[in-house]
């Protein structure tokens, strides 16, 4: 009797257990009339692997029906559905029997009013559902688009509600019919009447506000709102910005509150170094960069900035910035720049320009500027040629359209810009070598165009690319007319400034792998072409040139602003001949 007991108790344990060890090993799905084998075999959420458990038939069925009630086929069936075990009675095949019957069309969608106002454009927006097979999927759609209708046309508090979805059949033509019936009620109409800004300590109140481009009194558009974390983002003044909340408060007047977290606008990027004589007797000479930006001058929106750079012992580059934002209150710029660049042992230029920005839109801008530069050759006592003294006066236009979200780590948007100029230079002298025949009145042109685009492959994942190219014609052409390529700004692996050309394109190509907000990682890959035409009256012969230059970089946001800084190498390097571009992002 005992024996007998254990028997028993050894199948009920093992039974269960070979029981639910048994998988499916393959999915047989009968063909339909609408819907693919893959389509059924994801909704009925079973694949292979999975192992037999009671029930298993019925929730399967149960999915299928529900899948298929959301796409409009109500009267489907499942008859001959089942599952078979295989000789060595491990292993199942599970066969899927479907026929989706006929499909449900809508009748009619009945709009009922919880106001007296009836919307003739939210009619129409559902006519397109009309005798069309029901689509859960397509229903929501035309309530999501509605309800941007109602946000974007001051209804933010709009709600839809499904009252009821009644089902009949047409007996005589043996038609299933759908009628749906929505609730709307659109809500207290809402305007701006007030805005709020939290967390402003440093920039005024209204270099916010006008930055955002909204009126009081304005309706209420939520296409509006979703644009004003970009337009703060490119202010440069912030971290990333949140989207704004927005309430009715209790004198039913519509506040808008936007949360900003102040970012150091006032940087300061240097490195002074002091390289030795390399030969007896000859002095030593300092060497370095020193930046200085001061944005948002006492919360004005203001800026200004001094640049200091000296490449070697006889070349250095001096510039002077300031920004007049919004003059008297207008969406126009002012910009005044200063720059005084001594190259080598040959020349000094100085160039004074002015700028004057329109703001279009928020996305697109255009400017007219105005230059006076001067290049005076440097003396020496062999009288050996290096540039003419010329004076010379350009103006020009400026486009520029940019939809990027953020300024310094753009996840989605363009940067275009496109400059021409149009200069008319003077050769003043020195006279000894002004020859006859030499034109001393010279007309250039610049063409300049920059297109930068950013998109978000997967999440945090950013591929940018950007083209840049810049030509400059004209009948006599010196070096301190020519374009510089190469460095941390156009083409990485090679020394800044290193090659001259008339006319120079570059491109740059990233992957980049946000780690916060505006710190990402990255691996580039760069092009640059140059191309300086000859010129025999300086007995000087063309030269053309393709480089090529890649590594791997690092964007950090730090307390002093954005540093920028890559290892790279140029075309043939060696690991140990790379170089590092080191490069403070203060978007001035």
């Known amino acids: 009797m005992l024996l007998t007991v254990k028997y028993y108790l050894l199948v009920i344990l093992i039974i269960p257990s070979l029981l639910y060890s048994q998988t499916i090993v393959s999915i047989h799905v009968n063909e339909t009339r609408d819907f693919n084998s893959n389509e059924i075999i994801n909704w009925s959420n079973i694949t292979t692997g999975v192992k037999i458990y009671n029930g298993i038939i019925d929730s399967v069925k149960k999915k299928l029906a529900f899948h298929l009630g959301e796409r409009g086929y109500f009267n489907s069936s499942f008859k001959g559905t089942y599952y078979k075990y295989e000789p060595d009675s491990q292993k199942v095949i599970f066969y899927i029997n479907v026929r989706e019957g006929s499909p449900t069309y809508v009748r009619k969608i009945k709009i009922i009013w919880e106001d007296s106002t009836r919307d003739h454009n939210i009619i129409t927006m559902f006519h397109y559902l009309k005798n069309h097979i029901y689509n859960k999927f397509d229903l929501e759609s035309g309530i999501s688009n509605v309800l941007k209708y109602y946000e974007n046309n001051g209804y933010p508090f709009a709600k839809i509600i499904i009252s009821s979805i009644q089902l009949f059949t047409d007996s005589t033509r043996n038609i299933h019919y759908a009628d749906i019936y929505l609730k709307i009620n659109k809500g207290l109409k809402s305007r701006i009447d007030k805005i709020e800004i939290i967390g402003n300590t440093k920039t005024d109140d209204y270099v916010i506000i006008r930055g955002l481009r909204i009126k009081l009194g304005e309706k209420y558009s939520q296409r509006l709102i979703d644009e004003i974390p970009s337009k703060l983002n490119r202010l440069g003044f912030f971290q990333p910005v949140n989207p704004p909340d927005f309430y009715i408060n209790s004198h039913n007047k519509g506040v808008l509150v936007i949360h900003v977290k102040e970012r150091e606008t006032n940087n300061f990027d240097g490195i002074i170094g002091y390289i ?23 919360g004005s929106g203001r800026s200004a900035a001094i640049r200091w750079h000296k490449y070697n012992r006889t070349s250095q580059n001096l510039e002077l910035k300031y920004l007049e934002p919004w003059l008297f209150g207008y969406p126009f710029n002012l910009t005044l720049t200063l720059n005084q660049r ?21 996305n697109i801008s255009a400017s007219l500027f105005l230059s006076a530069e001067s290049v005076i050759p440097t003396i020496n006592n062999n009288n050996i040629f290096t540039v003419f003294n010329s004076s010379a006066f350009t103006t020009g236009i400026n486009i520029k359209i940019d939809t990027r979200d953020d300024p310094y780590a753009p996840t989605k948007g363009i940067l275009f810009i496109n400059s021409y100029s149009f200069s008319q230079k003077k050769i003043n002298g020195p006279p000894m070598f002004i020859k006859p025949g030499l034109q001393t009145n010279i007309n250039l042109q610049r063409i300049k165009v920059d297109l930068i685009g950013y998109y978000e492959l997967f999440n945090k994942q950013i591929i940018s690319l950007g083209l840049h190219g810049r030509d400059i014609r004209g009948s006599f052409l010196e070096i301190s007319d020519l374009f510089r390529l190469g460095g941390a700004s156009s083409l990485r692996g090679y020394r800044e400034n290193q090659f001259l050309g008339s006319r120079i394109f570059w491109s740059n190509l990233e992957y980049r792998l946000l780690l916060q907000k505006r710190t990402y990682g990255f691996i580039f890959f760069d092009t640059g072409y140059y191309f300086r035409k000859a010129q025999p009256q300086l007995n000087s012969p063309q030269q053309e040139g393709f480089k090529i230059g890649y590594g791997i970089g690092l964007n950090l946001e730090t307390g002093l602003g954005i540093l920028n800084v890559s290892f790279a190498l140029a075309q043939g390097d060696s690991f140990r001949d790379g170089k590092i571009h080191f490069r403070l992002v203060n978007g001035f």
Request: hydrophobic content about 30%; aromatic content about 10%.
């Open 342 to 362: 001594k190259q080598d042992t040959t020349y000094v230029e100085r160039k004074l320009d002015g700028a004057l920005e329109y703001l279009a839109t928020q």
């Open 276 to 298: 030795p004589g390399s030969r007896k007797g000859e002095s030593g000479y300092i060497t370095g960069l020193v930046n200085v930006s001061l944005r948002n001058l006492f």
